[in-house]
C-alpha cells in the first residue's frame, strides 16, 4: 500500500492507497513546532483507529508547502514505516511542460493538483484550489504549465478583517441570507462569500481567456479544497469538484517515477 501525505499551511492530509482505491484518509492541524516523535504517534494512532498496521505501507510520497516541516515529517515516516518518502518538487516526471521562469519556486501542491486534473479531463484546465490561499492554475491541452495566480483564501481574509477592526466578531464560514445584509453578522457573510465568487469569476475569466487564447478551446475549471463546496460551482463555470484531488495526484506521481526509482508501484 501507498501513504500519500499533503502538507499544507493549515492542515496537513494523509492517505492511504491499496493500488488506485484510496481506503483511508485523515486530516489533522500543522504544527510548525511538532516533533518527528509527535507526528508518528499521531500517524500511528490513525492506523490503530482504521486497523492497519505500519507495515502494510510499502512506498510513501509526500507534497509541502511548509519547507521546515519537510525534514520532519520524513523522519517520522522513515521512524514508523521504515523507509523513505519521495518529495514532490519539479525535479520529477510529473507529465508536464513547467513553462516558468524559476520552476523551483512552484508549490508542490500546485504541481500535484495539476497532475490530477489532466489524468481524468482533456483540453485546456484550470484547477482552483480553496485552501488557506485561493490558487487558479492553468495548463495548456498540450500538458504546459504556464502557472497562475495566487490569493488570500478566505479564512486569510476573514483573519486579516477581525484582526484590524475593533468590532466585527468572528464568525463561521456559512452562506448569507442576503446580498444586503441587515445584521453586522451578515453583512460580514456576504462581504466575504460574494467578495471570494466575484475575485474568484475574475481570475478565472481572465486567466481562461489566455488559455482559450493559445488552445483555441474554452478550458474546463476543475475545483478543490475545503472551501471548493461552499461556493457556487454554477455561477464560478466549476466543470467538477473533486475533493481528493491532492492525493490522486501523489498517487499518480508516484506511479510515473516508483519504475525510475527501482521500485515497483504498490
Known sequence: MLL?????????????????????HWRFATGVRKTSDEYAVLLQDFFKQARLK????????????????DPVLQEAVERLFRLR????????????????RNPEEIGADRLVNVVAARHDHKGPLMVLDFGTAT????????????????????????EALFSRTARLPRIDMAQPLSPVGDCT????????????????????????AELERRDKAKPRIIATGGLSQWLPAKDLGIFSIEPDLTLKGLRLIWERNAPRRGRAAP
Do not use: F, W
Open 54 to 69: 505500519p507495515s502494510v505501507i510499502t512506498a510513501a510520497i509526500m507534497a509541502s508547502v511548509v519547507p521546515p516541516l
Open 85 to 100: 518518502a519521495l518529495t514532490v518538487g519539479p525535479h520529477l516526471d510529473l507529465g508536464l511542460k513547467i513553462r516558468l
Open 185 to 208: 453578522l451578515q453583512a460580514v457573510r456576504s462581504g466575504i462569500y460574494y467578495g471570494t465568487v466575484g475575485s474568484t469569476r475574475e481570475l478565472c475569466a481572465r486567466i481562461g
Open 135 to 158: 490558487t487558479v492554475d492553468a495548463v495548456t491541452a498540450q500538458g504546459e504549465y504556464l502557472g497562475g495566480a495566487i490569493a488570500p483564501g478566505v479564512a486569510i481574509s476573514m
Open 4 to 24: 500519500v501525505i499533503d502538507i499544507g499551511n493549515s492542515n496537513i492530509v494523509a492517505g492511504v492507497y491499496d493500488g488506485a482505491r484510496l481506503k483511508h
